[in-house]
């Protein structure tokens, strides 16, 4: 080979070389943990909190009067104890002593009372989470305002709430709320602007301090934060479109933790060394809603309106299996439209008269059933049935399972077809669309609250809308014995009584079948294991993220000190020299520049 | 007819073109099915009432007639409305997002180019020889490959297996200040993915083109008078065979944009492509309704300064 281009190949090898070696030394520096945020959609922050309370970033800045334990049980967070009067219409709050803002402004009861005034009169997504304490005023965007002397604050440690009527699920709405900064937001009209993340304040463990469109969202530790300052000096929300490069991220160390992994990956990643895995349930149920109109929107008969073809449709599916094979272990079988892990004020609500799984699986009832209902098979199959289902919502794991479903429906001559939409035609078809559908089965899911409430109110009561365009009861389930329940619910204060009100739906529910509850979401989570002090478990269930982590857990979390190597530990890598890489690199380039021209002149001359 | 009267007619064209193709956006974003607040109001806690106040306050409430009318002036006054979900001017939003476009678009282009050309070129040199068979192998191998594919394939080779680049993003998570060769690193997955992707259109429209003319006479003219073969290709027959390839050029700045769409997704670059996927399936009409604008306008005139080009670059071309 010629001399120059012997020199030229080398100064290319040098150059490749130092670029790549770059890469094998984990651009991090210390005390920083990486969260990949994979499926949860990212962009959904306009960091307003008044707009979309993206879970993540409320729960890390700003904190609740009140927090749940990893049992899913409350405890104190800003309040260090609370009262309710016997007539339900005083709550009282007492916050912590010393409690302060990342600025070192103290939190008072003023901040609560200015919380509760924003929200209800600027935030057209939240105002009606709390209308015992509001008036009607067309002045404001929400057409509420607080009402005067709903919220009274006699000292700064102390906030009372007068409530016009009893509610029971004020407490939970109230006190699960974020409290904002008052010294911060007073003046600012969030109908209209965004917090300035280089000033904010928070009450938090971390404080948000620098947000890249589609790319990261940072915090800072907050050193005021009332648990300690925190160990780690950063948490860093690095954002991916797709969960497989996340997932190859969190195996080559640029991201140190992640949530909500795809089932079927977790072998995969359990098989990394220096990764720990693990399964915690969290907080969001998924079931097929059936239409329960007569007839479709095409004016066809709907099989499904009959009682003893959903129950026969139940019958024809063996979940276990089902859920085994698409899931690989990482659900928990559903029976009760109330999910296991929420506990209402420290009591459970489940039903445990409702048998697991809900309806035995046995084909043969099934088809008896469908014969009995009239749906005989005729040309080798009874009646066909479409479901439809958000495309990648339930990932690959979820396709799987309807797939399964439809074989196991075709033995009893039940023709399913999937429809798969993506996310927003989906939404329209099951919710928005006016009723009746033009579906006969739909793959939902529903992120669970600490008030039981929520499952009751909008699975299956047809109050206020629920079943109409935009209803959240797509399936038009209309029980008025179910609602009644669900209205006494929401006004019993007493929390035994309230609770079997719950439990008394639960079991009318599994009766009727408007829904066939398939599973409670398992999360599957991985940390590198040099990080340690991650406690799962339902850590705040009013912010969806972290629904299988103790969020304030993080505030713990520290980095394992390696004093020796195994194959299954990995160490804190010392941070890349750009700057030397940068100098081979030039120096890499120059020489094969002189070169080559070293060389034409060599040519010329000869 | 001279060429400022030719501008000034594809100008004009240009323009009605795009109010063509803004008024198809408008319409064809509406006809799909599911709208902003499918997502917006997809929280079922949102009473009824809190519906219509969300709809009213993001202008959804209005009929679509009057919606478009707004459209149209916001187009031609520039504003192009403010963002569902960013709360923020759409012009501003997606200002944020060029220089991460240009980034990854513009030494795309240039390597795409380069590296066609150099393939096309050696191509032709000797038709149907074993380099010409493997260079247009290589090229229709790449091609026919689905973008996102093609990403996740590099991805593990050479995040997860070897370890040499990133798994994504424009910079390192924790880069506090700008470093080109961090940013470098993270170029080279995403743009080698739409360079392999989009070379075989150029290497084999070259390749076809600079055969044609290494037969013409004058070429057998050079040969006759003794110039090497290097001189011949690159200093007589390059510059007539590259002709087609301006053409490709104008075109070529739509597939980018396409290819960059997915490719985006996969590497998590957040540029416009990104931001397109992310707008299109949340249907926030204002910032997909002003990249579309822009999109089209690219293309567009892009097409007419490719043309404009060529009149330059050929002197047989007029223009009539």
């Given at each position: 080979m010629k001399g120059k281009k012997k020199i030229v190949l080398a100064c290319c090898f040098l150059a490749l070389t130092a670029l790549g070696m770059s890469g094998l030394t984990a651009a991090q520096q210390p005390n920083v943990l990486v969260v990949a945020l994979a499926t949860v959609q990212p962009e959904m922050t306009d960091l307003n909190p008044t707009k979309m309370l993206t879970s993540y970033y409320t729960a890390l800045a700003y904190l609740n009067l009140i927090g749940w334990d990893k049992d899913g049980k409350v405890e104190p967070a800003l309040a260090q104890s609370w009262n309710i009067s016997p007539d339900g219409l005083t709550y009282t709050f007492t916050l912590r002593d010393g409690l302060k803002w990342s600025d070192g402004q103290p939190i008072t009861s003023e901040d609560v009372a200015f919380t509760f005034k924003v929200f209800t009169?600027?935030?057209?997504?939240?105002?009606?989470?709390?209308?015992?304490?509001?008036?009607?005023?067309?002045?404001?965007?929400?057409?509420?305002?607080?009402?005067?002397?709903?919220?009274?604050?006699?000292?700064?440690?102390?906030?009372?709430?007068?409530?016009?009527?009893?509610?029971?699920?004020?407490?939970?709405?109230?006190?699960?709320?974020?409290?904002?900064?008052?010294?911060?937001?007073?003046?600012?009209?969030?109908?209209?602007?965004?917090?300035?993340?280089?000033?904010?304040?928070?009450?938090?463990?971390?404080?948000?301090?620098?947000?890249?469109?589609?790319?990261?969202?940072?915090?800072?530790?907050?050193?005021?934060?009332?648990?300690?300052?925190?160990?780690?000096?950063?948490?860093?929300?690095?954002?991916?479109?797709?969960?497989?490069?996340?997932?190859?991220?969190?195996?080559?160390?640029?991201?140190?933790?992640?949530?909500?992994?795809p089932p079927q990956d977790a072998t995969t990643l359990r098989n990394v060394p220096g990764l720990q895995v693990a399964n915690e349930q969290n907080q969001i149920n998924i079931f097929i809603v059936f239409n329960l109109y007569p007839k479709l929107a095409d004016g066809s008969a709907n099989p499904v309106s009959n009682l003893n073809v959903r129950k026969a449709i139940a019958m024809s599916l063996d979940l276990s299996n089902i859920l085994n094979a698409s899931l690989g272990g990482n659900y928990k079988q559903a029976n009760q439209i109330q999910v296991p892990n929420m506990y209402y004020l420290g009591k459970s609500v489940t039903n445990s008269s409702i048998p697991l799984p809900e309806y035995p699986y046995d084909t043969a009832a099934a088809a008896k059933l469908l014969d009995d209902a009239g749906y005989p098979v005729k040309d080798g199959k009874r009646f066909s049935l479409t479901l439809v289902m958000r495309l990648g919502r339930w990932g690959t794991a979820g396709y799987k399972m309807m797939q399964l479903v439809q074989s196991m429906l075709k033995v009893v001559k039940i023709d399913l077809q999937l429809i798969l939409m993506e996310t927003t035609?989906?939404?329209?078809?099951?919710?928005?669309?006016?009723?009746?559908?033009?579906?006969?089965?739909?793959?939902?899911?529903?992120?669970?609250?600490?008030?039981?409430?929520?499952?009751?109110?909008?699975?299956?009561?047809?109050?206020?809308g629920n079943i109409g365009p935009g209803g959240f009861n797509a399936g038009g389930y209309d029980n008025a014995f179910v609602n009644q329940l669900v209205i006494l619910g929401q006004n019993t204060t007493d929390v035994d009584k309230r609770v079997a009100v719950y439990q008394r739906i639960s079991g009318i529910v599994h009766q009727d079948l408007p829904v066939l509850e398939l599973y409670y979401q398992t999360e599957v989570i991985a940390w590198n294991k040099k990080y340690q002090g991650f406690i799962l478990g339902l850590g705040n269930p009013m912010h969806d993220y972290w629904g299988a982590l103790k969020y304030q857990s993080l505030s713990q979390v520290s980095i394992v000190q390696e004093t020796t190597t195994t194959s299954e530990t990995t160490t804190t890598a010392a941070p890349t020299d750009y700057t030397t890489i940068s100098v081979v690199v030039v120096l890499a380039v120059v020489v094969a520049v002189l070169a080559y021209f070293m060389g034409r002149r060599t040519k010329k001359a000869t | 007819m001279g060429l400022g009267s030719y501008i000034g007619?594809?100008?004009?064209?240009?323009?009605?073109?795009?109010?063509?193709?803004?008024?198809?956006?408008?319409?064809?974003?509406?006809?799909?099915?599911?709208?902003?607040?499918?997502?917006l109001l997809q929280n079922p806690r949102i009473t009824p009432q809190a519906r219509v106040?969300?709809?009213?306050?993001?202008?959804?409430?209005?009929?679509?007639?009057?919606?478009?009318?707004?459209?149209?002036?916001?187009?031609?006054?520039?504003?192009?409305?403010?963002?569902?979900?960013?709360?923020?001017?759409?012009?501003?939003?997606?200002?944020?997002?060029?220089?991460?476009t240009l980034l990854l678009m513009i030494p795309t282009l240039l390597l795409t180019i380069s590296l066609g050309v150099l393939l096309g070129v050696f191509s032709s040199r000797k038709p149907f020889s074993l380099l010409d068979r493997a260079i247009s192998s290589f090229a229709f191998f790449f091609?026919?490959?689905p973008a996102f594919w093609l990403g996740f394939v590099l991805l593990t080779i050479f995040a997860l297996f070897f370890r040499v680049l990133p798994a994504g993003g424009m910079t390192s998570v924790t880069a506090t200040t700008f470093n080109f060769f961090d940013y470098a690193r993270h170029l080279v997955l995403p743009m080698m993915t739409l360079t392999l992707i989009n070379v075989a259109n150029f290497a084999l429209l070259v390749r076809s083109s600079m055969i044609e003319v290494l037969d013409q006479n004058y070429i057998v003219t050079a040969r006759g008078k003794g110039l090497t073969e290097q001189m011949i290709l690159y200093r007589h027959a390059l510059r007539n065979g590259l002709l087609p390839t301006v053409t490709m050029i104008g075109l070529f700045v739509g597939f980018i944009l396409q290819g960059a769409m997915l490719t985006e997704t996969v590497f998590s670059w957040p540029g416009l492509g990104l931001l397109t996927f992310d707008s299109i399936f949340r249907r926030d009409y204002p910032i997909v309704l002003s990249l579309l604008f822009i999109f089209s306008t690219m293309i567009i005139l892009s097409n007419l300064i490719t043309d404009i080009i060529y009149g330059f670059l050929d002197p047989r071309i007029t223009y009539d």
């Open positions: 009169e600027q935030s057209e997504f939240w105002y009606y989470q709390w209308t015992p304490i509001q008036v009607a005023d067309s002045k404001t965007i929400t057409g509420f305002a607080l009402r005067d002397g709903a919220i009274t604050t006699p000292d700064p440690k102390t906030v009372i709430f007068h409530l016009t009527a009893p509610s029971a699920t004020f407490f939970i709405y109230a006190a699960g709320w974020c409290i904002l900064p008052k010294h911060y937001y007073e003046g600012m009209d969030l109908t209209k602007q965004n917090p300035d993340l280089s000033t904010i304040v928070a009450s938090g463990p971390f404080v948000p301090r620098q947000y890249i469109p589609g790319d990261r969202l940072v915090y800072d530790a907050n050193p005021n934060y009332y648990g300690g300052k925190p160990a780690l000096d950063q948490i860093i929300f690095k954002f991916y479109r797709d969960s497989t490069a996340a997932e190859v991220a969190l195996q080559t160390g640029e991201v140190n933790y992640m949530q909500d992994i035609s989906a939404m329209q078809s099951i919710y928005r669309a006016a009723p009746p559908k033009d579906w006969n089965m739909a793959l939902a899911s529903i992120s669970s609250s600490p008030d039981p409430d929520v499952n009751a109110y909008f699975m299956v009561s047809s109050l206020a | 007619r594809r100008l004009t064209i240009a323009v009605g073109l795009i109010f063509v193709v803004a008024t198809l956006n408008f319409a064809i974003l509406h006809i799909a099915p599911g709208g902003p607040e499918a997502v106040l969300i709809l009213k306050s993001f202008g959804l409430d209005k009929p679509l007639h009057e919606q478009y009318l707004l459209y149209l002036k916001g187009l031609l006054t520039g504003n192009w409305g403010t963002s569902y979900f960013y709360l923020q001017p759409s012009f501003d939003v997606i200002a944020q997002r060029i220089p991460a091609y026919s490959m």
